[in-house]
């Protein structure tokens, strides 16, 4: 009965967020340009509309210093500025995609960290007869990641969307079903390399599943978890991206989403929630009359250490995503992206740690460590415009949606084992809804309809995905593998097998 419900609600609730796009994006054309082939590039990295590296071009004035010093005959004049000029515009190009490229890559290997953070979190936040089952997930996850990436999202989150040629009916939505190919070195052109752009572009997407990764543990079987992974990072995590970042309809109304607040934390969220609800909880987590029974988690220190290292990847996720730093500008935005970031997150773990102090009269160090990740999904829809009271004010808010949404997640029975939802998915909302803040571009209007159209489409998306596996599959251990564990019963090696396979 459950399952008929909720396939009735997927398909109206899919079809209703179809209709949607559809309506605000036809209508978003009839008062924007979006044939401009400058935000369509193939190349386009997130967060396209902050400082493209070639728009500015210092190099430009330099001829003109000097050319005073040139004294030679006037039939010469013309050749000596011209050979000086050529010769400082290659310069500064090749340091721009020098550092540009540098960029990408220590961006794009910290954001690569992130996914051990993940891992070591939920080890951490899961029962130790579980802890393996979700190492095993999150590696399998990212390498899943980077194959449907490569065959498949990156092209079809940025190739030809938006552009005249590409199906009529696709234009704006999504771009093309194709493979990326990486260009030979001696034919690379742009202002950075393209493989250091779809590196970069890839470890987002991986980060993307392991939000969803969390919240279903220890209670759903491995090979269905990674059937999904496969469809949310080559299908519906790049068509949803295409809208802002591939230069889409909503990047042409004006959304505003720096490095993923929506796109990235919020598609994860819903995905994960859409999963939590379809799953079910664990045996045990609700009893009657709305008593719920605490399963902590095997290693406290293990989460500790995931959350310092998805602090230290955050780094690079919102600094990379300023996408230059062939300028003191863009050095400069960077460094302002790093202070900010910081300051977020731990706004966040204090105002967790002080509420819960308020709350509870103990502090709950989960709370805090969430309330870190909070601040950092907060600020990471616009790092760079907020001064670093705003930040504090953007990162401490999210730590108090994380008090609030865990326990009320609790009472309406959705069992989230690594409070994903709450961090992702609801700090993602806030992020992306209070960017216009202090980013005067943006408006609470076109924030909104993005957050909503995102959302929509990506949760009904993977309820259905959710349900047909469910039916063909089946997605969960029986109650004796539950009680068991999945270490034992899904992975056959054990995280812990001094304390024996029974240990909770």
Known sequence: MKKQILWKIAGAGFALALTATTVWAQTDTTTTAPESPAVTAPESPPAAETTAPEAEAPATEAPAAEAPAAEAPAAEEPAA??????????ATASTSFVFNTLLFLIGGF?????????????????RSKNAAMQCLKNIALYSIAG????????????ENVNVADNIAELSGYMGTWSMKMIPEPSADSGDYAAASDWFFQMVFCATTASIVSGTIAERMRLWPFLIFTVVLTGIIYPITGSWEWGGGWLDQMGFSDFAGSTLVHSVGGWAALAGAIVVGARHGKFGENGVIHPMPGSSIPLATL???????GWFGFNGASQLALGTIADASSVAKIFVNTNTAAAAGVIVCVV???LFYRK???TMALNGALAGLVSITAEPLTPTMAQAALIGGIGGVFVVVFVPLLDKIRIDDVVGAIPVHLVCGIWGTMIVPLSNGDATYYVQFIGVVSIGAAVFFA?????LILAAVTGLRATPEEEAIGLDTTEVGVHAYPEFGASRA
């Open 306 to 312: 995931g959350t310092f290292i998805l602090w230290l």
């Open 363 to 365: 502090v709950d160090v």
């Open 355 to 357: 509420l819960t102090q």
């Open 147 to 158: 194959i449907m990436f490569w065959l498949l999202g990156y092209n079809l989150m940025y």
């Open 462 to 466: 993977s309820l259905i995905v959710w």
């Open 110 to 126: 910290l954001v690569m960290f992130m996914a051990a953070g993940f891992a070591m979190l939920e080890a951490g936040l899961v």
């Open 81 to 90: 500025p011209s050979a000086t000029a050529a010769a400082l515009d290659e």
